[in-house]
């Protein structure tokens, strides 16, 4: 599937979207900041990558934490997974969240965040009066077992 992409003026140092091995199935994407950017414990940045993505209409690509940051400096997202929509144009930026014990530290190129591209499926809606009935019924948050 082809994705084009733009870089913003100056980032041309930058590598592009990449996998990092034949079988995964997330791209990664670098920090673009002119200068080493500080997270500090419970705190969040909004992080530029110097991208811009024109996505195929019907799919979506999902930003996701890299599972390394998150184990051993406790950096996540707080709004993940996020989406970019097939007809957003405006640069990627990543909202980065420390919530680790310790300040982090985001530099130029490090990579900050995986993508997946995902096919989208549009849903319809119905009001009705009644819906089916299930098993769970009206359980929730923990209903299902421990």
């Known amino acids: 599937m082809l994705i084009k992409i733009k870089r913003a003026k100056g980032t041309e ?20 900041v002119t200068e080493e950017t500080i997270i500090a ?3 969040r940045q ?5 991208l811009y ?6 799919y979506e690509v999902q930003v996701r934490p890299r599972s390394g940051l998150a184990l ?17 144009r405006g640069e990627l930026k990543i909202i980065m969240q420390n919530l680790g014990s310790e300040p982090f530290c985001v530099k130029r190129g490090d990579r900050i965040a995986q ?21 769970r019924g009206h359980g929730g948050f923990g209903s299902t077992g421990k």
Do not use: C, M
């Open 13 to 32: 140092d930058l590598p592009l979207p990449s996998y990092a091995t034949q079988g995964s199935a997330a791209f990664d994407v670098h920090a673009a």
């Open 41 to 43: 414990p419970g705190d």
């Open 46 to 50: 909004l992080i530029p990558t110097g």
């Open 53 to 58: 993505f024109e996505i195929p209409e019907g």
């Open 72 to 88: 051993k400096n406790g950096i996540t997202f707080p709004n993940a997974p996020g989406t970019i929509d097939s007809d957003y």
């Open 115 to 135: 993508l997946v591209l995902a096919p989208v499926t549009r849903a319809h809606f119905e009001v009705v009066q009644e819906l089916a009935e299930t098993g």
